[in-house]
């Protein structure tokens, strides 16, 4: 029988696992595409379709069934006592922890690990209801409280070799070459097939924990694997070549977007007679040349040009964001269409609804789609910060648009694979203690080492999660991509497929990790091929390791004062 008598902590609970899986999709989903949008692949709008679409499917269709209760194995079953209300009251507060930490990091555009989060709510609820014998702080099999901080050392690190070594591929096999756009063409089919295997294998492995793929015979995941690589290849061949060929090598500028399923025909179409005199290849450019010192390569020095031209990014920046308050076409529109005689009129009900309440309605719902990243990145935090972002994408090189243009479809499949599998398995870290809770709640009974996670509680999850990242992922985008290091399609394809790697390895031997930890270290190995460890903005990569390593003793202490108050509290 449902316990009635704690409704309102299957309340708190629901509510607060809302505010969760929101700031998950604010806080991580930001990890898969923030590099896309950083280096222009998609728009901010673009890019919260494709989340929403990947992220919604992969939490629904192939997200885990069941989770587990005591998250990993951290606190052992035996500290709640056998006693289901004990157990509902731990999982609420630390759900209630986990969400308010992210809510405050997400705030001060910390990106932070969510899975960390959860995962030391548990720690404190545990030490508060068992005492400091009930967590598991050795390795255990790499379920222990000692993998959490290897993790923070082991995921960056990783990464970081990951993103060297296939960034050094595409730089000295693609870019530096004399014709870098003939060698992106060539050697496209085998990158397609690299990446294809890749994010079959994130697919099978840490994407699809209610399929249990990873269970199937190892000549049949190999086979699925291989097959499934050659078929996305084979894809490339005949559709993305002829495609992009046309777009990038005839400069053919009335190729639309769906020219491309017509494939092979397009190796005979014929190039308009005017062609190459309109530029259409989109410029990824993040900065431009006259920002430099012109004579050195270097970036210009204090007081010059180009920090001038850094103030002038922050006032612009300011400028958009009081336009965005204060529009002056809503404004002339309402002038337009001036109020006349009572207000309750029929006609002055409308002039209401559609120039006074409706434009602000829906500048509230799109702000955070709408939001201009490039800008927010390069305005930094003042005028020193502007600069010091400035100076370190000075010393990144940036290659031509034709041949960024081809990676920009890596990149975007690449994170779109990322994003599935993120929905799939990162949507348990909102959902999973409230499955918990749901479950003691509704049953009355103990929950098991194994909880079963109803299809609705995922769609609750993934809805939040993905509404986070639309209205307020700007927040942390804002202070990846671009600010660490300059962004492009090549190095943000070699970023994220790094990042995929790191993940999949990770999750073979046990080795607990972060998705934000694999992006910011493979962001640094990237940065790092740029042969000058200044192109790298330390400042903001010593900020984002400070919120790490602060998530555990905060959360675990937050959840654990929480817990041991409301339990030790006096009563009648």
Not at 340 to 366: C, D
Not at 375 to 391: F, I, N, P, T, Y
Request: proline share 5%; hydrophobic share 45%; with cysteine.
């Amino acid at each position: 029988m449902p316990l009635h008598h704690w409704d309102y902590l299957f309340a708190i609970g629901t509510i607060f696992a809302g505010l969760d899986a929101y700031m998950i999709g604010a806080n991580d989903v930001a990890n898969s595409f923030a590099t896309s949008v950083s280096s222009k692949s998609l728009t901010l709008k673009q890019a919260c379709m494709a989340a929403a679409v990947m992220e919604f499917l992969g939490a629904v269709l192939v997200g885990a069934r069941v989770t587990s209760t005591i998250k990993d194995g951290i606190v052992k079953a035996s500290a709640f006592q056998d006693n289901a209300g004990v157990q509902l009251l731990a999982f609420t507060c630390a759900i209630v922890a986990s969400s308010t930490w992210l809510s405050i990091a997400t705030r001060y555009s910390w990106p932070v690990s969510t899975t960390y989060s959860i995962v030391s709510a548990v720690i404190g609820v545990g030490i508060a209801a068992g005492g400091w014998q009930a967590p598991s702080w050795g390795w255990n099999g790499g379920k222990g409280i000692a993998t959490i901080f290897a993790g923070l050392g082991i995921a960056p690190g990783i990464a970081g070799g990951f993103g060297i070594v296939i960034y050094s591929l595409v730089k000295f096999g693609v870019l530096v070459r004399e014709d870098p756009t003939r060698w992106a063409l060539f050697t496209a089919p085998i990158v397609f097939f690299t990446v294809g295997a890749i994010c079959t294998m994130a697919i099978i492995y840490k994407g699809s924990p209610s399929l249990g793929l990873k269970e199937l015979p190892k000549g049949t995941l190999a086979a699925a694997i291989v097959g499934s690589a050659a078929v996305v290849a084979l894809l490339s061949i005949i559709f993305w070549l002829p495609f992009v060929h046309a777009r990038v090598v005839k400069k053919d500028y009335t190729i639309r977007w769906y020219h491309f399923f017509i494939g092979p025909l397009l190796w005979k179409r014929p190039a308009p007679e005017d062609a190459g005199t309109v530029q259409f290849v989109p410029d990824y450019h993040v900065r431009e040349v006259n920002e430099l010192d012109g004579a050195t390569g270097a970036p210009a020095h204090e007081g010059s040009d180009s920090e001038r031209g850094d103030e002038k990014d922050s006032k612009i920046y300011e400028t958009q964001q009081e336009a965005t308050v204060n529009p002056s076409n809503l404004a002339a529109e309402v002038e337009r269409h001036p109020i006349e005689g009572p207000w309750i009129l029929p006609k002055n009900l409308f002039i209401i609804a559609r120039y006074h309440v409706y434009p602000r309605i829906h500048k509230v719902l799109t702000h955070g789609t709408s939001v201009d990243i490039h800008e927010l990145q390069r305005a930094g935090d003042g005028v020193k910060g502007s600069a010091r972002v400035a100076a370190a994408h000075a010393r990144a090189k940036q290659y031509p648009n034709d041949t960024e243009h081809l990676y920009s479809f890596l990149q975007v499949f690449t994170a779109c694979v990322a994003s599935f599998a993120h929905g799939a398995n990162d949507v348990s870290n909102a959902i999973g203690p409230f499955s918990v809770i749901y479950h003691v709640w509704s049953s009355g009974e103990l929950s098991g080492s194994r909880t079963p996670v109803p299809v609705w509680a995922l769609a609750f999850g993934a809805g939040m999660l993905v509404l986070g990242l639309a209205t307020y992922g700007y927040n942390i985008m804002a202070v990846l991509g671009n600010r660490i290091t300059l962004h492009s399609p090549s190095r943000g394809f070699s970023m994220e497929l790094a990042a995929s790697i790191t993940v999949i390895l990770a999750s073979q031997y046990g080795i607990p990790v972060s998705t934000t930890m694999c992006i910011v270290g493979s962001t640094i190995g990237v940065s790092l091929c740029n042969g000058d460890w200044r192109a790298t903005n330390w400042r903001a990569i010593g900020w984002i390791f400070l919120g790490w390593v602060l998530t555990v003793p905060i959360v675990a202490t937050a959840s654990g004062c929480l817990m041991g108050i409301i339990l030790n509290a006096p009563h009648f």
